[in-house]
């Protein structure tokens, strides 16, 4: 993709751009395999996962969640 094409896409509206994300997106994570993951983000993931083994009970309900993430800030 040239820089030609990048600026006529940041020349679109934000609801085209968006839809653009949103697709671009969707292809992504229809092959999760295909998307390469960096040393850090491997280490964040196995820490997270071996918190979770430590202590599995140390877990947030859905509505926990919604209700934390809906609190005005």
């Known amino acids: 993709m040239s820089d030609a ?3 006529e896409i940041l020349k679109l509206p934000p609801e085209e751009r968006l839809r653009l994300v949103e697709l671009i997106w969707e292809s992504l994570a229809a092959t999760p395999s295909a998307v390469p993951l960096g ?19 140390d877990v947030l309900t859905r ?3 919604f ?3 809906r609190k005005p800030r």
């Open 63 to 65: 509505d926990e969640i």
């Open 5 to 7: 094409d990048v600026a």
């Open 39 to 57: 040393d850090a983000h491997r280490a964040a993931i196995d820490e997270a996962l071996a918190e979770h083994r430590r202590n599995p009970n």
């Open 67 to 69: 209700s934390e993430v």
